[in-house]
């Protein structure tokens, strides 16, 4: 039985966070770390995914980044976020990041990145969320979109687990 049979609208996931770089966040190049961006996608993906599910989430499966222009510290990090996609217990989040210079207000599009989530029950285990409700074209083709690429993982997670 599920808590929200009655769904609710991926807006209604949408979330976004905002950081500035600073010197702890830069590798040996005196760029951002790669790693502090994929903390923050996963930061901004779960975020929208517990706003969803109105529960805790655990991260089950981060597709592939791939990070197109390096971000530079003292830029303005901005992360927005929102369900994509929702299975039985699990969602997708669609998280597009950002980097903005804060002085010159000049933006670039660092990456997309797409996650999964799982909701948990008070007692650590898979449960269920509410619908997604689609207001637009975009939002249901981009399910469907959403939709194969979880049919994917799901296929080379078992085969991975076949081959151990
Ligand atoms: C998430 C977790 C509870 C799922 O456990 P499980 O035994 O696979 O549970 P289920 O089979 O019921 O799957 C739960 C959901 O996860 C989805 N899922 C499982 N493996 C997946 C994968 N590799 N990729 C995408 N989704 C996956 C399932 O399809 C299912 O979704 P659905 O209910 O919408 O159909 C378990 O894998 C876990 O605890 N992982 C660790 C999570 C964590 O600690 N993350 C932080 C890492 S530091």
Redesign the pocket.
């Known amino acids: 039985m599920q808590d929200n049979p009655q769904g609710k609208t991926v807006k209604a996931s949408r979330i976004t966070i905002a950081q500035l770089m600073q010197p702890t966040h830069a590798n040996h190049l005196g760029n951002v770390h790669g790693g502090e961006i994929m903390k923050l996608v996963d930061e901004a993906g779960a975020l929208a995914c517990m706003r969803h599910a109105q529960k805790r989430v655990?991260?089950?499966?981060v597709d592939q980044m791939v990070f197109r222009n390096p971000i530079r510290l003292g830029d303005l990090v901005i992360l927005t976020g929102e369900v994509s996609y929702v299975?039985?217990?699990?969602m997708e989040a669609e998280v597009h990041v950002n980097a903005e210079n804060p002085i010159t207000g000049e933006r670039v599009h660092t990456n997309t990145a797409y996650l999964?989530y799982?909701a948990m029950d008070d007692s650590g285990h898979?449960t269920p969320v509410p619908p997604l409700i689609f207001e637009t074209e975009s939002e249901r083709q981009r399910a469907k979109d959403a939709e194969e690429r979880?049919e994917r993982?799901?296929a080379k997670?078992k085969l991975r687990s076949t081959q151990e």
Not at 58 to 61: I, Q, R, Y
Not at 87 to 90: A, E
């Open positions: 655990v991260t089950v499966a299975g039985r217990t699990s999964v799982v898979p979880q993982r799901l997670s």
